[in-house]
């Protein structure tokens, strides 16, 4: 049985068919279910309910967006049965997730292939780097074998110093740019010194201790390969005569580790030794404490944040060290005195005191907790959308096409009227509903919400509470049967828009453009890209980036819009013609994430969480480099030629290609987690080639240089609504070469970037003082409250 469990174990294949009804499950529930934004899922079977990490990350959660939804699902240990209720829960709450948060090993998350875009976040509950864990212990008793799945699928994992990273990326065998120094939740704790006194306190209180008597807390870890084999040599302590020679001025507090607790380990009695292994949480316990005892625990770390005194009593280090082994030598872990016999513990107890020693094993190993551990995480990791884009591909693969249609055109516009008349029978009835005072955001454009589409609809509700707004985001999926999951999402998305006042799309949309609506329902176009660049909807029919004339009709393309925005006045006349709308429904608001751009403590505060998860940007010269996508078969410049050629003149590139491009080379810097725009913070040098990004860096000023070796077959398929040769901000190279001559001679400026900037985003507007999001946000609750379209363009 045992080498049939073993090979189990080490047969991937076979861990998957174990857990075959699950993944079914959650397959399922993939397809009929979108992920929710914010939508938490925390994950333990070592707790009971909220405690730990994950109590602190709840709270905050709560604290900085309390209208997201969090659910915990719990068991008390990996031997324990799971109710039958969570059983069939999880899958359902697994798909719904934005971001799934574990806090230790989790067999029945490992097998599967979660979507895209959600986040599997490791906030492992030990700080530091001490016993090895995950696969570190590969080739050790209790490790994985090769094959085994186990810790492979997290997207990110955060720890408690910058210095310990490359531990925790082979702990759980990801990339290392995916390990985050964010700190540890629950050792905020430990930088509120009325909190340390007031918690010092009610613990001596509740367990008697006299105001005289010094604390010392024994708190050793389990020996054994995890919770199934944990034990510890309790006859191993000379408890007695411990208390005896310590005498009537202290008193020892006995905490196991909760995997040798559960098993019935019992304390010798004795009045000054205090069995509180049932207690969950040791920080209490370490707050009362004037010395820490342990030997191989990570309670080290956290206690070294207090400034106190530890005592090593490690009788069987040769032992230990051999079985389990840890990440570094065992002689960097040690802030105190070892002891390894017994009758030399008390003395050591006695004598112990907190050295220079302590000041540098702190830094090293704890250099990220500063009391705002749990606010990074929760702002950084669990409320901020994956970056799906960030996945590494191959630049042959063709590009995914999810908007265009290939193949006989006849059958598409079959296909085209027939889902039409679908989509009208389904709403007529839909359309008999009570209007309310809603707000329908819908976009294709992003598989999850954008900072657009949040910043619009938390200042609507600022500014008015009794306004429901609702945002439906999700991109048409490739393939059928995930098609007919994206069905049942335009069945909602009718539902909402029939009972609303407002419906904001950001593309084309299906459920916009192709229904009549109510009279009293107003639909706003806020185009996604700022600026107008290159040509794009109705200018470019029947090109060779255009959709064909009969299907665009047939599909009723960008038809039925009452306002469109638009960043600037030179936007008027491209996006009347993109949209073919009158120029008088353009209205000049440019879009929510100018704010961002303009918010120069936000700007400072992303380049700090960049350096911080990058820091080998800090000090250097940033080239961010973003081309566009090609639909016909152009050559653009190869990313891994720009980041050698460049390198030599001292700028290191940063490469953000579009969604719908691929990576051939794992070696070029994406700067992973963090989007253009957010580089655009970090970034000396902007170098795109067709990107709209480019608006995006005037506005911040960020010199721009264009990198165009396929310019003049480009221009045959697309154009654009300027003169690409003359209007652009800084100087459009065709080679690599030229490029790199401009950079190095500073051809593009600040100023150029401004100016730009000026002519296609709008300036805040300095009569109101209004932001953009503000303004748009009251233009949009003028429409609910059925004001006239004088009333909203004024």
Known sequence: MRLLRRYLRGNAFLQRWRFGLWIALYSLASRLFRVQPGRTLFLSDSRTDFSGNIAFLRDEIARQRPDVTVVGIFKAGLAERRPLRDSLRLPWELARAQTIVLDDYYPMIYPLHLRPETRLLQVWHAAGAYKKVGWSRAGLPGGPLPGSVAHRNYTDATVS??????????????????????????????????????????????????????????????????????????????????????????????????????????????????????????????????????????????????????????????????????????????????????????????????????????????????????????????????????????????????????????????????????LRACYAPLKLLPTRRKVVMISREHPVETDDFVDLRTSIIAMDPSVTVVSLVRMVPPGLVRKIGYAAHLLVQLYHVATARVLIVDTYSMVASMLRHKDDLVVIQIWHALGAFKKFGLSILGTGEGRDERLAEAMRMHEGYDLVLASGEACRAPYA???????????????????????DARNRETRERIYRRHPHLRGRKVAVFAPTFRIEDTAMAAPDDVVTALSEIGV?????????????????????????????????????????????????????????????????????????????????????????????SGAANAADAAAFARRWVAETDAATGRSCTDRIARLVLDRVDGHSHAEALA
């Open 652 to 744: 290191h590139v940063v490469v953000k290609l579009h969604p719908l491009m691929t990576l051939r080379d794992g070696g070029v810097d994406t700067a992973e987690g963090f989007s253009t725009q957010e580089m655009l913070t970090v970034a000396d040098v902007f170098i795109t080639d067709y990107s709209s990004t480019l608006f995006e860096a005037a506005v911040r000023g960020v010199p721009t240089y264009f990198l165009a070796p396929d310019l003049d077959e480009y221009l045959a398929t697309r154009d654009f609504y300027l003169d690409y040769r003359r209007d652009l901000p800084g100087p459009v190279c065709t080679t690599v070469a030229e490029l790199v001559s401009a950079i190095d």
């Open 577 to 599: 013609e993109a949209f073919g709308t009158d120029a008088s429904r353009i209205v000049v608001a440019p879009l929510p994430r100018v704010d961002r751009l303009r918010d």
């Open 161 to 422: 110093s910058e210095a310990i990273r490359s531990d925790y990326a082979e702990a759980f065998a990801m990339d290392i740019a995916r390990v985050h120094p964010l700190g540890v939740p629950r050792t905020d704790v430990f930088f509120d010194t009325e909190l340390i006194a007031r918690t010092a306190n009610e613990v001596r209180a509740r367990l008697g201790i006299r105001p005289d008597q010094r604390v010392a807390v024994f708190a050793p870890t389990f020996r054994g390969n995890g919770q199934l084999s944990a034990h510890y040599d309790i006859d191993g302590v000379p408890w007695t005569d411990l208390a005896e020679s310590l005498g009537d001025e202290w008193v020892v507090l006995v905490k196991l580790h909760p995997f040798v607790a559960r098993k019935g380990a019992d304390i010798p009695a004795h009045e000054r030794i205090i069995d509180v292994s049932a207690e969950r949480e040791l920080n209490e316990l370490l707050m009362a404490a004037d010395v820490l005892i342990t030997d191989y625990s990570s309670a080290i770390f956290e206690f070294s944040l207090l400034g106190r005194p530890m005592v090593f009593f490690c009788p069987d280090v040769e032992v230990y060290a051999a079985e389990r082994s840890f990440y570094h030598p065992f002689e960097d872990y040690l802030a105190g005195p070892v002891v390894t016999e017994g009758a030399d513990l008390a003395a050591a107890i006695r004598d112990a005191r907190a050295g220079q020693d302590l000041a540098a094993f702190r830094e090293r190993f704890m250099s990220a907790c500063d009391g705002r551990s749990t606010e990074r995480i929760v702002r950084e990791m669990i409320l901020t959308p994956r970056d799906v884009h960030e996945r590494p591909r191959l630049l042959d693969d063709p590009p995914v096409q999810p908007t265009r249609i290939d193949g006989p055109v006849g059958r598409h516009l079959v296909a085209a009227r027939v889902l039409r008349a679908a």
